[in-house]
């Protein structure tokens, strides 16, 4: 454009200069009569420098400063390549580490030769790159492959570490360029694998749980702890069994809980010993121990436990496992109070521990149970779920299942059927069907229904296949496939769904029809019933008219497609039996086809 008023092409121009924005020019202009536009039929560039190019027209390139290009790689060859299909590099320019591809975009310097009028770059880097660490392969399609979804890759241009071949899910650090590839707009240029184990922080922490509750030292603890499900309110008492299976006598120093459960709904008592002790008691922690080993996964922890207690084998001391009472005022630390040893435990002797769980704060509650032995502890996991009265007059009654075909003998309810209003045909084109119903027989029906062997409604399909059982065996045959396909149509059944407006009619989502879930092909018919009121339901009868991906559009009831307000609905797909009826159509008349004829042809004599 000229002024913005005038516009020109490139063949306009004299002498093929390239022109510049803000350069001045000379034109000559016509007008377009038919749309009132001016349009330059010859461009000439003012210059001042006619001396300057005369003299420098002898040389490669022209004098001119270096120009900067932003483009896109459009073209690669072997050693170089086009950018936006007019500006040639070469591999050289390119800067080190760098190989274009394809669609990548950079940003260049280069020059114009008078004598060609052709423009090479002098350099060529990417136009934007980034590093992205510790990111997922995504996808992996023979050669090429996606990093989460947004940064394409080829094993072609990609440099990877001696050895390493890309696979899915694997963590990456990468080095990307933008990039025009399909619809993705990075590429990734190199790739180095990340070891998981540097990824997952908690990973060490992971077997001390494990290692808290495993059974030690020839003694076996109940692990079933789990209280189940209590009303507010509500008390329940497990007892949990200690047994010495080793060959010497273990000493039991004391029972301690973490702390966990700031509501203090967990309580114990050691049986025998008529003592109870609740609330939350402190463990002795030397300074520098790692105290997070057991609460890794709360993200308070208010009771922390040496990590070293943990192993087997290690001594603890039995102030270092004490079971006190809370007696902690404002700006005074915990006193903790030396237990009462729990006692010796002979081999093959056991004792046992009464946990009480009084329900008290609604909700999923977990507890940790701590068993101070001399030289390891043992723990384990005090489990309930608290419900309150509200929320179990809301619980859930059953669980979740997809809803069932109504058997046929369920009551129905009265209902009253709409269908399309009916259609006057041209007088003149009133053509008979001459394809019955060939209705399926109810017993047939009832055999697949009830699992019924089919021989006893059909025993011609134990029979070898003949001129006389011909018509019945494939009859029967097609109904059983027309009966399998009713039943495979009804698990497609939608209940409560909304139709939307297209126009004057009304369109039905159906997920899953583009890949033929269930199968709707034009003038299928389908039923919309509504929502049962006082025991009474309409059904609408409606005619599918065209299928566009999941989208179909129906003709239904002129009053009902006025009257329909967004209602929810329930969709109802019956099985055409149109194919199947010209199949049985076809079996009557094999008999006029009668047996194939063998003709034994014999030569001249």
Same mark, same amino acid.
């Given at each position: 454009?000229?002024?913005?008023?005038?516009?020109?092409?490139?063949?306009?121009?004299?002498?093929?200069?390239?022109?510049?924005?803000?350069?001045?020019v000379?034109?000559?202009?016509?007008?377009?009569?038919?749309?009132?536009?001016?349009?330059?039929?010859?461009?000439?560039?003012?210059?001042?420098?006619?001396?300057?190019?005369?003299?420098?027209?002898?040389?490669?390139?022209?004098?001119?400063?270096?120009?900067?290009?932003?483009?896109c790689?459009?073209?690669?060859?072997?050693?170089?390549?086009?950018?936006?299909?007019?500006?040639?590099?070469?591999?050289?320019?390119?800067?080190?580490?760098?190989?274009?591809?394809?669609?990548?975009?950079?940003?260049?310097?280069?020059?114009?030769?008078?004598?060609?009028?052709?423009?090479e770059?002098?350099?060529?880097?990417?136009?934007?790159?980034?590093?992205v660490?510790?990111?997922?392969?995504?996808?992996?399609?023979?050669?090429?492959?996606?990093?989460?979804?947004?940064?394409?890759?080829?094993?072609?241009?990609?440099?990877?570490?001696?050895?390493?071949?890309p696979?899915?899910?694997?963590?990456?650090?990468?080095?990307?360029?933008?990039?025009?590839?399909?619809?993705?707009?990075?590429?990734?240029?190199?790739?180095?694998?990340?070891k998981?184990?540097?990824?997952?922080?908690?990973?060490?922490?992971?077997?001390?749980?494990?290692?808290?509750?495993?059974?030690?030292?020839?003694?076996?603890?109940?692990?079933?702890?789990?209280?189940?499900?209590?009303?507010?309110?509500?008390?329940?008492?497990?007892?949990?069994?200690?047994?010495n299976?080793?060959?010497?006598?273990?000493?039991?120093?004391s029972?301690?809980?973490?702390?966990?459960?700031?509501?203090?709904?967990?309580?114990?008592?050691a049986?025998?010993?008529?003592?109870?002790?609740?609330?939350?008691?402190?463990?002795?922690?030397?300074?520098?121990?790692?105290?997070?080993?057991?609460?890794?996964?709360?993200?308070?922890?208010?009771?922390?436990?040496?990590?070293?207690?943990?192993?087997?084998?290690?001594?603890?001391?039995?102030?270092?496992?004490?079971?006190?009472?809370?007696?902690?005022?404002?700006?005074?630390?915990?006193?903790?109070?030396?237990?009462?040893?729990?006692?010796l435990?002979?081999?093959?002797?056991?004792?046992?521990?009464?946990?009480t769980c009084?329900?008290?704060?609604?909700?999923r509650?977990?507890?940790?149970?701590?068993?101070?032995?001399?030289?390891?502890?043992?723990?384990?996991?005090?489990?309930?779920?608290?419900?309150?009265?509200?929320?179990?007059?809301?619980?859930?009654?059953?669980?979740?299942?997809?809803?069932?075909?109504?058997?046929?003998?369920?009551?129905?309810?009265?209902?009253?059927?709409?269908?399309?209003?009916?259609?006057?045909?041209?007088?003149?084109?009133?053509?008979?069907?001459?394809?019955?119903?060939?209705?399926?027989?109810?017993?047939?029906?009832?055999?697949?229904?009830?699992?019924?062997?089919?021989?006893?409604?059909?025993?011609?399909?134990?029979?070898?296949?003949?001129?006389?059982?011909?018509?019945?065996?494939?009859s029967?045959?097609?109904?059983?496939? !027309?009966?399998?396909?009713?039943?495979?149509?009804?698990?497609?059944?939608?209940?409560?769904?909304?139709?939307?407006?297209?126009?004057?009619?009304?369109?039905?989502?159906?997920?899953?029809?583009?890949?033929?879930?269930?199968?709707?092909?034009?003038?299928?018919?389908?039923?919309?019933?509504?929502?049962?009121?006082?025991?009474?339901?309409?059904?609408?009868?409606?005619?599918?008219m065209?299928?566009?991906?999941?989208?179909?559009?129906?003709?239904?009831?002129?009053?009902?497609?006025?009257?329909?307000?967004?209602?929810?609905?329930?969709? !109802?797909?019956?099985?055409?039996?149109?194919?199947s009826?010209?199949?049985?159509?076809?079996?009557?008349?094999?008999?006029?086809?009668?047996?194939?004829?063998?003709?034994?042809?014999?030569g001249?004599?």
């Amino acid at each position: 454009m000229i002024d913005d008023l005038i516009y020109f092409s490139n063949d306009a121009v004299t002498s093929k200069v390239l022109l510049n924005v803000g350069q001045e020019v000379i034109a000559v202009v016509e007008e377009n009569k038919v749309s009132n536009g001016l349009k330059a039929i010859r461009v000439e560039a003012v210059s001042d420098k006619w001396e300057d190019d005369n003299r420098n027209s002898s040389k490669g390139l022209s004098d001119s400063s270096p120009r900067v290009l932003i483009g896109c790689v459009t073209s690669m060859l072997e050693g170089a390549g086009y950018i936006s299909q007019t500006t040639y590099f070469s591999l050289e320019s390119v800067c080190e580490g760098f190989h274009p591809c394809k669609g990548d975009w950079v940003e260049a310097e280069y020059w114009i030769r008078p004598g060609t009028w052709s423009s090479e770059a002098i350099s060529v880097k990417p136009l934007r790159y980034k590093r992205v660490d510790k990111v997922c392969i995504s996808s992996l399609c023979g050669r090429n492959g996606v990093i989460e979804d947004s940064i394409f890759f080829s094993l072609d241009s990609l440099k990877l570490p001696e050895g390493y071949t890309p696979r899915r899910h694997d963590i990456v650090n990468a080095v990307v360029v933008e990039s025009s590839q399909s619809c993705y707009i990075w590429r990734a240029l190199c790739m180095t694998p990340v070891k998981r184990e540097a990824i997952i922080g908690e990973a060490p922490q992971e077997p001390y749980g494990a290692l808290l509750l495993k059974n030690k030292g020839d003694v076996e603890v109940t692990r079933t702890t789990s209280f189940g499900t209590l009303k507010e309110g509500e008390s329940k008492a497990v007892v949990i069994w200690i047994e010495n299976k080793g060959e010497i006598s273990q000493d039991l120093v004391s029972c301690r809980l973490a702390g966990w459960d700031k509501a203090h709904q967990f309580r114990f008592e050691a049986q025998g010993r008529g003592q109870a002790c609740a609330g939350v008691a402190a463990v002795a922690v030397s300074e520098g121990e790692n105290v997070n080993s057991l609460n890794h996964h709360r993200e308070d922890k208010p009771d922390p436990i040496p990590e070293s207690s943990l192993e087997n084998n290690t001594e603890i001391s039995p102030d270092g496992c004490a079971c006190t009472e809370e007696s902690r005022e404002k700006g005074d630390t915990a006193e903790k109070q030396e237990p009462e040893p729990g006692g010796l435990i002979p081999p093959g002797e056991k004792t046992s521990i009464v946990v009480t769980c009084n329900a008290k704060n609604p909700g999923r509650c977990k507890e940790l149970l701590l068993l101070c032995f001399s030289n390891f502890l043992i723990g384990r996991h005090l489990e309930v779920n608290v419900v309150s009265s509200e929320e179990a007059l809301i619980a859930v009654r059953e669980p979740f299942s997809w809803k069932k075909p109504k058997s046929s003998q369920t009551i129905v309810s009265a209902k009253t059927t709409v269908v399309v209003t009916t259609q006057k045909r041209n007088s003149r084109r009133q053509l008979p069907s001459f394809l019955p119903q060939y209705p399926i027989p109810d017993r047939l029906k009832k055999c697949v229904e009830q699992k019924i062997d089919i021989l006893t409604f059909q025993p011609l399909l134990a029979e070898l296949l003949n001129m006389s059982n011909y018509k019945e065996k494939f009859s029967t045959l097609l109904w059983l496939e !027309e009966i399998h396909a009713e039943i495979e149509l009804k698990e497609y059944n939608m209940s409560g769904v909304v139709l939307k407006r297209k126009g004057e009619l009304l369109v039905l989502e159906v997920p899953g029809l583009a890949e033929s879930r269930p199968s709707l092909y034009a003038g299928d018919k389908l039923i919309l019933k509504s929502q049962e009121y006082n025991g009474h339901v309409i059904e609408y009868i409606g005619y599918v008219m065209e299928i566009h991906e999941e989208d179909v559009t129906l003709k239904l009831n002129p009053g009902f497609e006025q009257m329909y307000n967004f209602e929810p609905m329930d969709v !109802e797909f019956t099985y055409n039996r149109t194919t199947s009826r010209r199949c049985h159509y076809a079996l009557e008349q094999v008999i006029h086809l009668g047996v194939k004829e063998q003709e034994n042809s014999e030569g001249p004599n």
